[in-house]
């Protein structure tokens, strides 16, 4: 049986290889949950379309002689819908047990890794400290060669790489020899075990000095259920350090809970903030708007930062672009990267038999009003992510410039005009990077 949760607002990645957990204010609804609508594709398709007719944000622009009978499952519909309105890249369906593993238990079955395709290689992302690749040294920068004995780079130039080949079967136990160049750019092998891997939401948090004092460091994720601890602990250490400045790291950040984004932006803020309105619910013409405001429990830690550095790309979307937009009429926000993903609308989370719905049915604007970013939220200095180090070290192009703004109240010389911004590739599904494995 799977919980009733409230808010969420997902970015686009890949199903396989997602995980997301957590609510915000205001709760979804059981669809249907009845046994004759539950033994019937045909009944359960209908009571889709009957919701999507009252509650999906852009109901008006349904194809009003689709005929729902004659698709083979939920999915398949909600695709069609999808195909109907040009801003819907983002609406999915799919099981209770999947909702109940990826979102909720924060978890996914692979190697623990989210790495990019290079022409030599895989370049590893980022790592989960639970999964096989963390335990077998591999990090963030690390250049995976080899796997199962084919060269990548040969692979990738014949025009033989099979990228699902070479990860193999979804079997529990089924390894991998791997061999990979780490940072000291010294020839590294080891062997991967497919097991299921615990997804932990931050994948940095430090302290950096520089010339205007203590700097938190945080790379953060994914706003899962269990992001609200994690984040509770890291604010604990800069709490405790005393830092005067945050470099907010969501450059791969996809989204996740509304609940767990009014809980970051208020323990960033906090007595700039709280209390005061954070963000606006606008639905359809069916529902009024309602608004969120900042709020923290007594004992949480936090911080009373004038600014925050925020670190973005095309991949930083939903809950973490909320946070950007919720701040900015109220603390000086400074965006470092390149411009966001462009996703200011979001979904609550219903139950049709056993499967989830996630139908989009609210935007979300802030304090000032604004909220149709579409095309993102952009970048005030620009910065490309180079994978060249680990997190937290001062050579990542994102965080140098972040430190020099800090430092400087400008941009850096050569760091100063923003490309144009790339579509995004990651409007299918979940809050992991499309090449999680």
């Not at 529990?172 to 080891?190: A, M, P």
């Not at 932990?200 to 269990?226: C, H, M, P, Q, W």
């Not at 470092?336 to 200011?344: A, D």
Request: charged share 20%; proline share 3%; net charge negative.
């Amino acid at each position: 049986m799977i919980k009733k949760t409230k808010n969420i607002v997902l970015s686009s990645s890949f199903l396989l290889l997602c995980a997301c957990g957590g609510s915000s204010e205001n709760e979804g609804d059981i669809i249907s949950s009845d046994p004759a609508v539950c033994a019937s594709q045909t009944a359960q398709n209908e009571a889709l379309w009957d919701y999507l007719q009252t509650d999906y944000l852009w109901s008006e622009q349904l194809n009003t002689s689709t005929n729902p009978s004659t698709f083979d499952s939920l999915s398949d519909l909600m695709t069609e819908v999808k195909s109907q309105v040009e801003l819907d890249k983002y609406s999915y369906v799919v099981t209770a047990q999947e909702y109940e593993d990826r979102y909720l238990n924060a978890s996914y079955f692979g190697y623990g890794l989210a790495n990019k395709i290079e022409s030599n290689g895989l370049l590893v992302k980022y790592v989960f400290d639970d999964g096989n690749a963390a335990a077998m040294g591999l990090t963030r920068g690390s250049l995976i060669t080899k796997m199962n004995g084919v060269n990548i780079e040969e692979a990738i130039t014949n025009n033989t790489f099979d990228y699902d080949a070479l990860l193999g079967p979804e079997e529990e136990g089924y390894t991998v020899d791997v061999t990979w160049i780490d940072l000291n750019g010294e020839e590294q092998t080891g062997t991967m075990a497919r097991a299921t891997v615990s997804t932990n939401t931050i994948l940095d948090a430090r302290i950096l000095e520089s010339s205007t004092g203590k700097v938190g460091y945080l790379a953060f994720n994914s706003f899962i259920e269990r992001s609200a601890q994690d984040l509770d602990d890291a604010f604990s250490l800069f709490e405790q350090e005393d830092v005067s400045e945050l470099v907010l790291d969501l450059r791969y950040n996809g989204g996740g809970y509304l609940n767990v984004a009014k809980q970051l932006a208020s323990q960033i803020a906090a007595e700039n903030v709280l209390g005061k309105p954070m963000f606006n619910y606008e639905y359809n013409k069916n529902r009024e708007t309602n608004s969120v405001d900042f709020e923290l429990n007594n004992n949480q830690p936090r911080l009373n930062l004038p600014r925050v550095v925020i670190l973005t790309t095309e991949q930083t979307l939903s809950a973490s672009e909320v946070v950007i937009n919720a701040l900015e009429p109220y603390i000086d926000v400074q965006v470092v990267g390149t411009s966001t993903g462009g996703k200011p609308v979001g979904m609550d989370i219903n139950q049709l038999c056993d499967h989830v719905v996630f139908a989009i049915n609210f935007k979300m604007t802030n304090s000032a009003g604004y909220g149709d970013y579409f095309d993102g939220l952009p970048a005030d200095c620009y910065a490309e992510d180079t994978i060249n180090s680990d997190w937290g070290d001062t050579k990542d192009p994102l965080l140098s410039e972040a430190l020099y703004l800090l430092t400087n109240n400008s941009c850096s010389t050569t760091q100063t005009s923003q490309l144009p911004k790339q579509k995004s590739l990651y409007n299918n599904f979940g809050l992991f990077d499309k090449n999680t494995i």
